[in-house]
T-cell receptor
Framework: DTEVTQTPKHLVMGMTNKKSLKCEQH?????MYWYKQKAKKPPELMFV???????INESVPSRFSPECPNSSLLNLHLHALQPEDSALYLC????????????FGDGTRLSIL | AQSVSQHNHHVILSEAASLELGCNYS??????LFWYVQYPGQHLQLLLK??????LVKGIKGFEAEFIKSKFSFNLRKPSVQWSDTAEYFC???????????FGKGNQVVVIP
């Protein structure tokens, strides 16, 4: 079992819907990440939060809006998504030191109709 | 930007065969290196990591990897695979002082009983 919990596990939504993905960790990690993973491909970094502040945005479209309410929680708000946004969305966390590995959640399988 | 190369994307082998997966990175500075495994339908799990010291590192499930600095390589090995090693294997690199983890494209490994 992973120590990073993501909900929901599956999400189907229309292009006009608004939904949110949630991620929680209680390992005391101060860096949290959102990745997008297409089938048989490596994870692609979307956002990085350090000490609850957005530190990296990899030119992600504004229809994806991250939020870090506190050091344990990370949200990804979704609005007006496109069919090509269908993917597995992974959350990860780590200590801020780069020599510590990232711990990944099970992901949310997102399908856009 | 650093890049990570993994060759032979699809690998099929029989149980008890030896496995070696190559990983090369292009970054001139100090890096931290990881191998992650993703079993079908499961989250990314850390197999092993290298930060410093002995360049031969041992991980979980009988895997080991060797860091060769002169070749910018971090190849993964297992002397005798099992059917349960069927999975996607990702090499990942993070430069020291950076929290942007770069993944290779992955190796899809299928072990035939």
């Amino acid at each position: 079992d992973t120590e990073v919990t993501q909900t929901p596990k599956h999400l189907v939504m229309g292009m006009t819907n608004k939904k949110s993905l949630k991620c929680e960790q209680h390992m005391g990690h101060r860096a949290m990440y959102w990745y997008k993973q297409k089938a048989k491909k490596p994870p692609e970094l979307m956002f990085v939060y350090s000490y609850e502040k957005l530190s990296i945005n990899e030119s992600v479209p504004s229809r994806f809006s991250p939020e870090c309410p506190n050091s344990s929680l990370l949200n990804l708000h979704l609005h007006a998504l496109q069919p090509e946004d269908s993917a597995l969305y992974l959350c990860a966390s780590s200590q801020l030191s780069g020599d510590q590995p990232q711990h990944f959640g099970d992901g949310t399988r997102l399908s856009i109709l | 930007a650093q890049s990570v190369s993994q060759h032979n994307h699809h690998v099929i082998l029989s149980e008890a065969a030896s496995l070696e997966l190559g990983c090369n990175y292009s970054y001139g500075g100090t890096v931290n290196l990881f191998w992650y495994v993703q079993y079908p339908g499961q989250h990314l799990q850390l197999l092993l990591k290298y930060f410093s010291g002995d360049p031969l590192v041992k991980g979980i499930k009988g895997f080991e990897a060797e860091f060769i600095k002169s070749k910018f390589s971090f190849n993964l090995r297992k002397p005798s695979v099992q059917w349960s090693d069927t999975a996607e294997y990702f090499c990942a690199v993070i430069p020291l002082g950076n929290n942007r983890l770069a993944f290779g494209k992955g190796n899809q490994v299928v072990v035939i009983p």
